[in-house]
């Protein structure tokens, strides 16, 4: 039995491809796709940033928001509750469940990342979701709720990542939280830290991204019309913020979050940045700031879908545009380029 997938051939070489449906093996469930999002990383993976580590090699199927339906069943995955038939929605980390940081719960830190006997993350090192079919390890899917749709099931994943963002950023109640970059993770990351109480949330950003923001309540700071550091620092009484939340992920965003900190603060980076990046490490030190890294997510999913569902982590509102699988080169431009002001661009194998 053939499916059709998007195959990468090597960077920025890919074709809607006929190949054979995956197998399920142990604990694992196939679904077929009905909803897959292009992430900011699908993007990078596809022109080839990340050589030898995201993909290991070719050929390659990328792909890991998505959600579907449980159309075939591994050995002993129905023990675990999962039936044919099933709503579901995947994340990407299949750890091994073994090292000492997934029985910590930082699965998304496995210590035997790498080893493709015990650990896979599916669109990144193994086979993913741009597909008419997918296989996934139980640990992996979450039954989707009835009253979301298959659309917004894809968005789950990163509402999981944007929740983790928040996490590792410690928002406390009443705090005063930056959020940089307007994009997908940044607006879901600030309804993210105002579900857990933070005081004021003011999105940092520019142009229609940073007009969406506003659109979706948040207090704005526009960076193209002035210095956004000191815009901070005057909205904050000159102290700075608790937490600023660097969903940018570029050397400027991460040096910039760092000069918005009050003292004692914490920034929180979930971009990847693909250079080297300088701080003033004497302010971090006399001032004892922190910077945490953000990979994925660690079990917030279980969490973020309920908040998805009551609303208080939108969704919804950041889908902008769906294509066919067949039409997935003009998506990914219309992603890249942002096109008609994309924001989440879906694809319906």
Not at 76 to 105: F, P
Not at 318 to 324: K, R
Request: a neutral charge.
């Amino acid at each position: 039995m053939t499916m059709q997938a998007l195959v990468l051939t090597g960077p920025d070489a890919f074709s809607i491809t006929s190949v054979r449906v995956p197998k399920p093996g142990r604990n694992e469930v196939l679904c077929r796709v009905r909803a897959v999002a292009i992430c900011g990383t699908d993007a990078h993976l596809i022109r080839g940033d990340y050589p030898g580590f995201w993909p290991p090699g070719y050929p390659f199927i990328p792909g890991h928001e998505w959600s579907g339906e449980v159309v075939g069943l591994g050995d002993d995955v129905a023990s675990l509750g999962w039936a044919v038939g099933d709503r579901v929605a995947g994340t990407s980390h299949n750890a091994c469940g073994y090292c000492q940081k997934c029985v910590e719960g930082r699965y998304n830190l496995c210590e035997n990342y790498g080893n493709m006997a015990v650990h896979h993350q599916y669109g990144h090192n193994w086979q993913g979701a741009f597909a008419e079919f997918v296989v996934h390890g139980a640990k992996s899917v979450f039954h989707l709720p009835d009253t979301l749709t298959f659309t917004q099931g894809a968005l789950l994943d990163p509402a999981s990542i944007a929740l983790h963002t928040a996490n590792r950023g410690g928002v406390r109640p009443g705090d005063v939280v930056v959020v940089l970059g307007p994009g997908p993770i940044g607006l879901m990351a600030a309804d993210a830290a105002r579900a857990m109480g933070a005081g004021r949330v003011i999105v940092v950003g520019r142009g229609g991204r940073l007009t969406r923001a506003a659109a979706m309540g948040n207090l704005t700071i526009d960076e193209s019309k002035g210095d956004a550091v000191a815009a901070v620092r005057s909205a904050t009484g000159g102290l700075g913020a608790d937490v600023v939340l660097d969903c940018a992920g570029v050397a400027k965003s991460v040096r910039s979050a760092m000069a918005m900190l009050r003292k004692g603060g914490r920034a929180a980076v979930v971009g990847i940045p693909l250079g080297e990046v300088s701080l003033p490490l004497q302010d971090v030190v006399l001032y004892e700031k922190e910077l945490v890294g953000v990979r994925a997510s660690a079990g917030e999913m279980r969490h973020v879908i309920p908040l998805v569902v009551d609303g208080r982590i939108r969704v919804k509102e950041l889908h902008t545009h769906t294509f066919p699988l067949a039409e997935f080169a003009e998506a990914l431009v219309t992603f890249n380029e942002r096109r008609g002001d994309a924001m989440k661009v879906i694809v319906e194998p």
